[in-house]
């Protein structure tokens, strides 16, 4: 089946640096959603990318889809001890059915 | 309104035995998926639901597991004879439709484990 690779899998920052997490498809997605997972918790959406070359933002979270649709990307300016969490994209494929298939996620630690 | 919920937070049981996980999800939502995560890993789908009936249920691993929607809100999904391998967290999402480009929003999980 589909799959979406997600690299790094693990990632320690010091506070008040920047992190990126990629994903990629060898396929062309229909679209790619980023979820936030903290520790215990459940995976909380953040954003969905539609569009070729989207770029979006919130605050200090910057998503892009490429031109291609085929990968994504997710930075994190000044990272805080908030951020700590893992990291999931998740993709969906054109006539593949509506289900999210993920990637393994990028689990984020913050050295205060 | 309230967001999704799952019911029980936790459930310990031994091999072989019969158990049962519960999906409520947001009010008006047409569309209830069903995920399983073991530790480490992302979410993997498992089976959903447009209404009352089951729209893909590719991700089923076996036919120990059955998940019914039968009102088309809330949803049960079914593991017989357990194994120590279906210990994981189950998720459960709903969306407004089920449409590809639909924000898909996660419950808290049940979090199954078989001794």
């Known amino acids: 089946g589909q799959q979406v690779m997600q690299i790094p899998q693990y990632q320690h920052v010091q506070e008040g640096e920047d992190f990126t997490t990629y994903c990629n498809s060898s396929?062309?997605?229909?679209?790619i959603q980023w979820y936030k997972q903290r520790p215990g918790g459940h995976p909380v959406f953040l954003i969905q990318l539609v569009k070729s070359g989207e770029v979006k933002k919130q605050k200090r979270l910057t998503f892009q889809f490429g031109e291609a649709k085929k990968n994504s990307s997710l930075h994190i300016t000044a990272t805080q001890t908030t951020d700590v969490g893992t990291y999931f994209c998740a993709g969906r494929w054109n006539n593949a059915g509506n289900m999210l298939t993920f990637g393994g996620g990028t689990r984020l630690m913050v050295k205060p | 309104g309230a967001g999704v919920s799952q019911t029980p937070s936790n459930k310990v049981t031994e091999k072989g035995k019969y158990v049962e996980l519960r999906c409520d999800p947001i009010s008006g939502h047409t569309a209830l998926y069903w995920y399983r995560q073991s530790l480490g890993q992302g979410p993997e789908f498992l089976i959903y639901?447009?209404?009352?009936?089951?729209?893909?249920d590719s991700g089923l691993p076996n036919d120990r597991f059955f998940a019914v929607r039968p009102e088309g809100s809330v949803s049960t999904l079914k593991i017989q004879r357990t194994e120590r391998g279906d210990s994981a967290v189950y998720l459960c999402?709903?969306?407004?439709?089920?449409?590809?480009?639909?924000?898909?929003?996660f419950g808290p999980g049940t979090r199954l484990l078989v001794l």
């Open positions: 639901f447009q209404g009352t009936g089951a729209a893909d």
């Open positions: 999402a709903s969306s407004l439709y089920a449409a590809s480009s639909e924000t898909q929003y």
């Open positions: 396929t062309t997605l229909s679209n």
